[in-house]
């Protein structure tokens, strides 16, 4: 653990002198972004050769499935929901230099691109098959590539991961997740499939995701669930209400997508922020101009909390979600270097039971307009 302690150290003192702009701004100056091993550089970098010794992260179980206590949501790595196409040389590299910072968990789908971020993980990331965790999905019909509604029929996912396979260049995907639940298939019937999936080698560990409490527990009793992949931070927080109880319960890890909010938390935007058509979070009531009017003023709770640690509010969101329950592992998606080392850095930040109740007592006593009801966490979404 040499390594981790080097870096915590460096990026801790980066920390100490505040905000998300200074963090980067001294980053590039002392080379925080290297502090990690002597090997390191960011993206974009032109490396002759792969670097095989990689940082030793701290761990956390997925039920019986270990990976690093922060993962990479690849979603963004390919055009789609967020932003235009990146460089594919560079996200390459970045997901590369992922391996060598410590991180073992990487998120794609099948329907991210469609296929596009599963191509691109599949590149990246063979040299080190064996060594690391590559969780994928299916549940969607895609047709000419465009998404065309749910479809989680046996017959289609044993269809699909033929695909899934291939473009990740994988002989068995470590874990399967059912993206989302089609109302015409009982999940006893997804799970009979994923089933003869792993009998035939062709999968590890499977989940779920935006599910209720009774479909969580009617898929474990026909085949154990490693981890479930729902939104869940310090804005949305509807997993609480007997979802996260009931992952404790059968011992089934959890997943949070969405660790910043769609980087709401990070304190990326602004009373004034607007989103062209194209963006997600155009369509959604908590990004709209009311939404904004409401909600910005709970930013104060995340800026005071995150002053106080001496950390960035993005690395703040993520601690909180990590002080929560030990089998959460959150999987923050960035295609920035820079964002890496401050999301890895939230592992440094230590929240007290007290502290945590104060900010439990503050985040509650906030209306936040355009957030899920509590009652849909007893609906599959």
């Given at each position: 653990m040499e390594h981790w302690d080097r870096f915590k150290?460096?990026?801790?003192?980066?920390?100490?002198?505040n905000p998300r702009r200074e963090f980067f701004k001294n980053a590039a100056l002392t080379g925080v972004g290297l502090a990690v091993s002597p090997t390191l550089s960011f993206a974009g970098s032109q490396e002759e050769t792969l670097q095989t010794s990689a940082l030793n992260l701290p761990t956390r179980?997925?039920?019986s499935l270990e990976v690093s206590a922060i993962g990479l949501g690849c979603m963004n790595m390919v055009a789609g929901t967020y932003n235009p196409n990146p460089d594919k040389k560079e996200m390459i590299a970045h997901l590369r230099k992922a391996v060598e910072r410590g991180v073992t968990f990487f998120d794609t789908a099948e329907v991210y691109g469609p296929y596009g971020s599963e191509e691109l993980v599949g590149e990246a990331l063979?040299?080190?098959e064996g060594k690391i965790t590559i969780a994928s999905k299916f549940g969607f019909e895609i047709q000419n590539g465009k998404r065309m509604g749910r479809n989680a029929r046996p017959e289609s996912i044993k269809k699909v991961i033929e695909g899934s396979l291939q473009r990740l260049r994988l002989e068995a995907i470590d874990l399967y997740y059912l993206h989302r639940m089609d109302?015409?298939?009982?999940?006893?019937e997804v799970a009979g499939a994923v089933k003869d999936l792993i009998q035939a080698g062709k999968v590890r560990h499977w989940g779920l995701s935006e599910v209720s409490p009774e479909t969580l527990k009617k898929a474990h009793a026909e085949l154990p669930v490693t981890a479930l992949q729902s939104e869940y931070n310090l804005a949305e927080r509807v997993v609480e209400n007997q979802i996260l109880a009931t992952c404790e319960s059968l011992g089934i890890g959890f997943v949070p997508w969405g660790p910043t909010h769609?980087?709401?938390?990070?304190g990326r935007f602004n009373e004034y922020s607007r989103f062209?058509?194209?963006?997600?979070?155009?369509?959604?009531?908590?990004?709209?101009?009311e939404g904004f009017a409401q909600n910005m003023p709970f930013m104060a709770i995340i800026r005071k909390w995150a002053n106080q640690k001496g950390v960035t509010q993005a690395q703040f969101a993520i601690a909180w979600l990590l002080a929560q329950k030990p089998f959460i592992v959150p999987i923050p998606g960035t295609t920035s270097q820079q964002h890496l080392t401050e999301n890895l850095g939230a592992l440094s930040v230590k929240l007290t039971s007290s502290e945590l109740a104060e900010i439990r007592a503050e985040i509650e006593a906030f209306n936040l307009l355009g957030v899920r009801t509590k009652d849909s966490a007893f609906v599959d979404q």
């Open positions: 150290k460096s990026t801790m003192e980066q920390q100490n002198k179980k997925l039920g063979q040299p080190f109302p015409t298939v009982p999940v006893e769609r980087a709401f938390l990070a062209d058509s194209q963006d997600r979070r155009s369509q959604l009531a908590f990004f709209s101009a």
